[in-house]
């Protein structure tokens, strides 16, 4: 760990030890997808071309067989030409500040205190970065009953769909509605499920409910401020949620209750809505470098169209046929259909990608709240459906390098706070005195 053993000082370092080390604690080192930055050109002259793409050959399957000793006597050797990296780092200086700097982060962060949203975003996009995003892997779930209680592993409360008869009077039994409760906020229900589970988080870099991952997403497209608490412990970085106090309108707490009916009528419930029995899974994922453990609420699951191949008594519950609920309003003008791409189907998109649910279920209502049409939507084909609203690349590029900032600037010990607010240019991180 402090070198002294595998390498005498100063002078040397000794390949076997190295080596028979790394395999014996089976390290295994990241290594990231190369990203092209730019690039040059030599002619026949050795004159550097920057940027000289135009040069370049296109490969064309040949014809065989292929003599490889023809031409040799007009052959023109390889010239003595500079082997240093001037050619390299003139080329690089061709870069704008800007480009130079982000390299470092010390363009796009003022030290430690915040990061600028858009001009992270037109670095990424002008050097085509697309990160890589692995597919969730569930690793452990739990539900809330009624009274608050957390049962682990808890797929036995998760609903089924059953796509219901319409139309649905969404505005029917507000008067028994049982409103959302305030409960904890905090992880501890999810660690503690995790440590049921016996699953480490030695390897992790973020822990985190999805509410804050959906927030982060959205705000290079967004103007709706938001904060979450960050702190580090081990190594890994965990996201709190932050509630901020609201006051919601007789309008809003039926617009809330109305989309709680919909889950209600899709799972065929029975008896009073109650938003507070939930269902969570616990999903690992990678974002490029980024190991990341997210717990996320999920609506009901779909049965599999039974198969001669399975034995099984009762439908498989995984990941694979989890379904997301939603409801919004009917589409009849063209600022209907804008609004519908631009902002509810990012946020669509985003919450089910994160976690890896499939298939969103949409109920479209009308203004008497009456749903009308149901539309099943993939969540995997929500980007190309809005094509010029919206990119996901800078959503995921923009949580990438975020991550990255959180990494390099977060100590073990205080707490923090990370916001972004008016004038929505940067996010801020502030120690919590």
Not at 369 to 393: D, F, Q, S
Request: glycine fraction near 6%.
């Amino acid at each position: 760990m402090s070198f002294s053993n595998w390498r005498d000082p100063v002078s040397r370092i000794h390949v076997k030890d190295i080596c028979s080390f790394c395999s014996n604690h089976n390290l295994k080192p990241e290594f990231s997808q190369p990203q092209e930055i730019c690039s040059f050109a030599i002619d026949k002259n050795g004159t550097r071309i920057p940027n000289g793409k135009s040069q370049l050959r296109r490969y064309a399957r040949p014809a065989l067989p292929i003599n490889l000793k023809e031409g040799y006597d007009s052959y023109i050797p390889k010239g003595d030409g500079p082997v240093g990296l001037e050619r390299v780092l003139d080329t690089s200086q061709k870069l704008s500040e800007f480009e130079f700097k982000h390299m470092s982060f010390s363009n796009w962060r003022d030290p430690v205190s915040r990061i600028h949203v858009k001009d992270i975003c037109s670095f990424c996009s002008n050097h085509n970065l697309k990160p890589e995003f692995s597919q969730p892997q569930e690793i452990c779930s739990f539900a809330i009953d009624k009274n608050g209680t957390r049962i682990p592993n808890g797929k036995s409360q998760l609903r089924r769909y059953a796509r219901p008869a319409l139309p649905i009077n969404l505005k029917e039994g507000y008067d028994s509605y049982i409103p959302k409760g305030d409960g904890p906020v905090g992880l501890e229900r999810v660690l503690d499920t995790i440590r049921d589970a016996r699953i480490e988080l030695r390897d992790v870099h973020i822990v985190s409910y999805r509410n804050n991952l959906n927030k982060i997403l959205e705000t290079p497209f967004s103007r709706n401020a938001w904060s979450i608490g960050v702190r580090k412990s081990a190594g890994t970085i965990y996201l709190d949620i932050v509630k901020t106090p609201e006051d919601e309108s007789d309008d809003q707490k039926l617009a809330s209750y109305m989309g709680y009916r919909f889950e209600h009528a899709c799972t065929g419930s029975e008896g009073a809505v109650n938003p507070n029995v939930e269902f969570c899974t616990i999903v690992r994922l990678k974002l490029n470098s980024h190991r990341i453990v997210l717990a996320a609420e999920v609506d009901c699951y779909e049965a599999s169209p039974p198969s001669s191949a399975t034995t099984e008594a009762a439908p498989r519950v995984s990941l694979a046929n989890y379904v997301e609920l939603k409801t919004a309003k009917m589409i009849d003008s063209e600022r209907a259909d804008h609004t519908w791409k631009r902002y509810k189907l990012l946020r669509f998109w985003i919450q089910s990608f994160l976690a890896g649910v499939p298939k969103i279920v949409c109920g479209f209502k009308d203004n008497d709240g009456l749903v009308r049409h149901i539309e099943e939507i993939p969540t995997l084909g929500i980007p190309k459906m809005c094509v010029g609203k919206w990119n996901a690349y800078d959503c995921l590029n923009f949580t990438d390098h975020l991550f990255l900032w959180l990494k390099h600037t977060v100590q073990e010990g205080p707490s923090y706070s990370m916001e972004f607010k008016e004038p929505f240019t940067h996010v801020t991180l502030d120690v919590l005195r």
